[in-house]
Nanobody
């Protein structure tokens, strides 16, 4: 099972930007779906962004579309999440995730998780 390690979280004011990164220790990582989920206290984990290995197709939750960008670097076994124009509702624990898939990644396909990195958006 791939091990995923997130980095890049922190605190930022509304309208600011952050970049999250996720590194994997296995080449299995390069063959499956990669994504980012977030969770706030009292709520379930929700999908934010995903990218498919075969087609490169990306999916975004409606709340972040146009502000967040997911990208992957197969050579470095990593995936990044660029977050711009951050809002207070973006606050939460962000988890890197892996799941099986090739040309399309549904939120339900993800079954491996990193430990998470906290993002706080506040003035």
């Amino acid at each position: 099972q791939a091990q995923l390690v997130e980095s890049g979280g922190g605190s930022v004011q509304p309208g600011g930007s952050l970049k999250l990164s996720c590194a994997a220790d296995s080449w299995k990582f390069a063959m499956g779906c990669l994504g980012w989920f977030r969770q706030v206290p009292g709520k379930g984990r929700e999908g934010v962004a995903s990218i498919a290995p075969g087609s490169g197709r990306t999916e975004y939750d409606a709340s972040v579309r146009g502000r967040f960008t997911i990208s992957r670097n197969l050579g470095e076994k990593s995936v990044d999440l660029w977050m711009n124009d951050l809002k207070s509702d973006d606050t939460g624990m962000y988890y890197c995730a892996y799941g099986r898939g090739h040309d399309f990644c549904s939120w339900g396909t993800f079954d491996s998780w990193g430990r998470g990195t906290q993002v706080t958006v506040s003035s």
